[in-house]
């Protein structure tokens, strides 16, 4: 992220990040889940220019780091999340049972 000045006005220019902790991206699923009240989102909500939440507009984390951090997180061993990645198919569940809490409780402890 970079600040420049013209005149009296500030600007914010923000750069495509792709180091982004797995922990992070699975506490902001869980976050926007809670805010959209479903467990049951797809990859490219996130990418929409509407879109306001989740780990795009957090992180600018890009589409493919996206999807290899969500197969990562798939494979730990708390199954926190199931994707379905292949063959154009972009869903991400989410447990029910499971809050952003639970999610840093499970994952850094």
């Known amino acids: ?36 009240n479903r467990h049951a989102l797809t990859v490219d909500e996130f990418y ?13 984390i890009s589409k493919e780091r996206l999807a290899n ?9 708390s199954g926190i999340i199931k994707v379905d990645l292949a063959k154009g198919l972009d869903n991400i569940n989410l447990r029910e049972d499971l809050d952003y809490i ?3 409780k499970l994952l850094v402890c």
């Open 48 to 60: 929409k220019s509407e879109q306001d939440e989740g780990p795009y507009r957090l992180f600018l």
């Open 69 to 77: 951090t969500l197969r990562y997180l798939q494979e730990d061993k």
């Open 1 to 36: 992220m970079t600040q420049r000045g013209r005149g009296n006005k500030r600007y914010v220019q923000r750069y495509e990040n792709n180091e982004v902790s797995p922990i992070a991206v699975a506490y902001s699923l869980y976050r926007y889940a809670k805010s959209k």
């Open 102 to 104: 639970d999610i840093l």
